[in-house]
Every structure is written in C-alpha cells, then in structure tokens.
C-alpha cells in the first residue's frame, strides 16, 4: 500500500456493514373536504348574485307599470331576505337556519312589547319624518303601527330614492303586497291573504333586528268625533289600494285564497 492509499483508504461497502433502511414511502395528501357550511356559503352568495343579476336584466327589459313595481317589489324582498339570512345566522349558528328562510320555512323571530314608556306619534307627526319637510330630521317608517328610524339608510329611503315613499307614514299594506303605487301605502291589511301577512311578519322582523335600524315608538290613535266617517274614509281607501293591486296585475307575490 502506497503513502497516498494510506491518505485516502478506498470508501467501505455500508450495505455490506449494516442492513439498508427502507426507504419511508411518500402518502398522497388527500384534498381537505370542504364543510357543508363552506359550499352553502359559496352556494348563497353565488345564487345571490344570480338571482340579483336576473331581476336587474329584467327589471331593464320590462317597461310597463306593472312589470316594473313587479320587480321592485322581488328586488326588495331579495335585499330583506338577504339580510335576514344573516340575523337568523347570527342567532341561530346554523346552516339550516339559512336555508329556511331561502324556502320561506323559517319562524318568525319575536318582536319586542311596547309599554308605557314607549314615544308614540299621531301620523300627522310622523309624515314629519320623510326627508322632505326637514332634510335635518332623521327618516322613520311605520309597520302595523311600530316606528323604526332607517335614516342609516339614507341612500334607500333618502328624498328622491326608491323606498322614500315609504318613509312618514304606516304603509304595511304595500309591505304585504308589493304594490308601490300611492294608493298601496296604507296601513289597513284588510282582505290580505296568510301569504302577504306573513309578508308584513317578516318585514317587520326585518327592522325589528337590523343591526342599523332602530325601534323609536309605536303609532297611536287620533281620537275621531266622527266615527262613521272615519270607517267610510277608511273603507274608500282599502277600495283604491284593492283597485290599484288589481291593475297591476300579477305582482311577484303569491296569492293566497285560504
């Protein structure tokens, strides 16, 4: 052996020595499965925006009176049910809870009493409160006699925008039917069906628990010496609105004979 093999002795054969390990075979990670609470997430904002889109599309091509309250009122709906998606969400914490009120299953959730302490309006007062008498005052709105202030939502109910007419008055009957025309805004839900005063029952939960709109009070009578004449006055003013809906003809919302 040279000088220069000592140096550098030849490399030992180490599978000779000792066993070779095996070599540690790589698992193929299996995709993670989204939740159930993921797709019906994606699921609802994607229909969301579907069903958005479609209504904006026909909105646009339909021109007529009719058609176009029709649409508003289904727009509205969407944007109310929307919203309501998420209180019963937060509520509840459950997927079902969503998909209830998609199917229109849902219940109802309770509406707070009025006491004696509660601020009342006459409606004379509460016309006071639609953008245009003041443009300082907040904005408020009537539903079976309960007044909410949605001056948070300006950009809807704000002199000029869409859902101004219903601001200053009680205008449950338009709530329950969809008719948007004046003679539609009345507080009266004679002649509704269980449908369109379910309607109300979700509207008015709607502000009852919208995270920006507020309970301010409740509406209360004004004493009437003739009652005759407010019964005859009242009964004109269901005949118009009942008139108006007919004319309009099919409006989105389902009737209910029952």
């Not at 509406?111 to 004379?124: R, V």
């Not at 301010?216 to 009578?221: I, P, S």
């Amino acid at each position: 052996m040279t000088e220069t093999d000592k140096t550098n002795p030849p490399p030992t054969d180490k599978s000779a020595a000792s066993p070779a390990k095996p070599t540690p075979k790589k698992l193929k990670r299996l995709p993670k499965a989204a939740s159930s609470t993921s797709y019906l997430g994606r699921g609802l904002r994607y229909g969301a925006i579907l069903v958005l889109l479609a209504a904006v599309a026909l909105g646009v091509a339909m021109q007529t009176t009719a058609g176009s309250n029709a649409i508003n009122a289904t727009l509205m709906r969407l944007v109310r049910d929307l919203s309501r998606m998420k209180t019963h969400q937060r509520l509840h914490n459950s997927p079902s809870a969503l998909v209830n009120v998609m199917l229109g299953q849902e219940t109802i959730l309770p509406i707070s009493e009025a006491d004696d302490s509660t601020p009342t309006f006459t409606a004379k007062e509460l016309s006071y409160y639609d953008g245009t008498k003041d443009p300082k005052a907040p904005l408020y709105l009537a539903i079976q006699g309960r007044v909410y202030d949605v001056t948070a939502g300006a950009t809807y109910y704000g002199p000029g925008r869409s859902y101004n007419a219903f601001t200053g008055r009680d205008a449950t009957r338009a709530f329950a039917t969809g008719c948007l025309r004046k003679e539609c805004l009345i507080a009266s839900t004679e002649g509704l069906s269980k449908f369109q005063l379910k309607e109300v029952s979700r509207w008015l939960e709607l502000y009852e628990y919208h995270d920006k709109y507020k309970f301010v009070g409740v509406l209360r009578e004004t004493v009437v010496e003739d009652l005759v004449e407010q019964a005859v006055r009242e009964q004109e003013l269901v005949e118009a609105a009942r008139k108006a809906e007919r004319a309009m003809g099919k409006t989105g919302v389902k009737v209910d004979s029952k």
